[in-house]
């Protein structure tokens, strides 16, 4: 048996992982007799092992973080709440809708009336199988009145919803919505059994491919395999340990002293290093993440748009690409549409740092003599901080005064985003144009985090979900990011690519760009090679 013969057969066998298989065959000079084809077809026979213990270090928890759907907010409640649970629909790494406790669905003409059939047999964590009866109060749980979850937004266009037998779903809208089936795929909306509620959300029973076994808030959790569940090829691990670890420092040195062995938001001053580290993999997401920095419109002096337009020309967007992102990302246009979403305006004109023009508008505003306080925290992004005191003197040329206010990390998102005037603040983004916008820009959204209204932003917003017709409702589309970066409390300096790192252990598929940690479903699925 020849010497590639022997390593392709321990590659196939898992006896050696990709990394050690090619450093072999590069030592032994055998990289010209490598066939891609060949290698894929052992890679491809080789498939996902089972077994181990995936431990993330993620950003983000906080003593107040809960496991109520309604309520999640940080990386680490958000990626261990798909760990536990599933949706009707999973949104894919190409962004687009596919059936996870749907099997199908499908909708009238005008997109008013939706169906769902949900799959048959599916039990959560405690025996119960799943029914139309749990699917519509898990929906309902982000509905009414009194409702603070972040789902409601996209909820209000529900007229009615009621089960049609035990496994389907008819959802009936006050208006068309081409897109619903990426709503129900929010990682708000899990399904959960029904009745559950108040401490019982901590517990955590869902269908996931892990059954939560011990929930700290803010602190760690820990899941174990769920022996039954129904989902061919995913949730391969043996358990999931997920610890909150807010400090970058401290994520790394976790990750190279094999503590942890995946952590989010790679620091990026020093990612060429860990690039390499042959033990450590790095990879750069592109998809719908933004930084922004919001001002609450209905405080003053925010509520004059001449301070928000001249403190959207005061920043020097550039540069903030370049030394806080490190080109790991786009410049931002003060909207929250990414190149990569379907109807990103690529014609409107790029907003460019502007002393004077910036000048302008503050003096036309009254507010020169003012200072302006903005809180930040690495809690919000890493490099946030920095960020805010680069941002501090770019403003400096155009006379105006900034004072950065450094907040804990610890119940930044419960103690300062949306509570202060002015904040550092990090999106995942959305899958669809109207999923984002309706969230956060909407008017009474509840994490509309500026107060923002804007009469002809939020017709056009109800007009363009029931558009069917894709040139009109791109243009309306055009037209909502061009009133937002002109109107809205939003600064929008830049989309950041997702950078993250794990053990060189660890294998995946493609990497989706809908949010962190591989779209917060990389404890499903990903595998130790």
Known sequence: MSDLSILLKLFEQNKITRRQFVSQATALGLTAMISPVLFSGAAKAAGPKTGGRLIIGATGGSTTDSMDPATLTSNMNQNLNWQIRNNLVEIDHNLQPIPELAESWD????????????????????????????????????????????????????????????????????????????????????????????????????????ILENWEPGVRAFATRNPNYWKEGRGHFDEVETLSIVDTNARTNALKTGQINYMDRVELKTVHLMKRMPAVNVTATTGTAHYTMPMLTDQKPY????????????????????????????????????????????????RRYDPDKAKFHMKKAGMLDHTFNLHAADAAFAGAVDAAIMAKEQAKKAGININVVREPDDGYWSNVWMKKEWCMCYWGGRPTEDMMFSVAYAS?????????????????????????????????????????????????????QMVEASSAKLAHGPISGHMALDGMRNAERWWFA
């Open 107 to 210: 909708a009238t003409p005008d997109a008013k009336v939706w169906t769902f059939k949900l799959r048959k047999g599916i039990e959560f964590h405690n025996g119960k199988t799943v029914t139309a009866e749990d699917v519509i109060y898990s929906i309902n749980h982000h509905r009414g009145e009194k409702s603070k979850s972040a789902a409601k937004a996209y909820l209000e266009n529900i007229k009615d919803i009621r089960t049609d037998g035990k496994y389907e779903i008819i959802v009936e809208l006050a208006g068309g919505s081409a897109d619903f089936p990426f709503i129900m795929g929010d990682y708000h909306l899990p399904i959960c059994p029904a009745g559950t509620t108040g401490q019982q959300w901590e517990e955590g029973v869902g269908t996931g491919a892990y």
């Open 303 to 350: 509520n004059d748009n001449n301070v928000r337009m001249a403190l959207k020309l005061a920043i020097d967007r550039e540069e903030l690409l370049k030394q806080i992102l490190r080109g790991y990302g786009e410049l931002g246009n003060d909207h929250p549409i990414a190149p990569v979403n379907r109807y990103f305006a690529k014609d409107l004109e790029q």
């Open 444 to 496: 009474g959204a509840p994490w509309n985090d500026t107060n923002w209204e804007n009469k002809r932003f939020n017709e056009l917003l109800v007009a363009a979900r029931a558009e069917l017709d894709t040139e009109k409702r791109a243009k309306m589309y055009a037209e909502m990011q061009d009133i937002c970066r002109d109107d809205s409390g939003t600064i929008l300096p830049m989309y950041n």
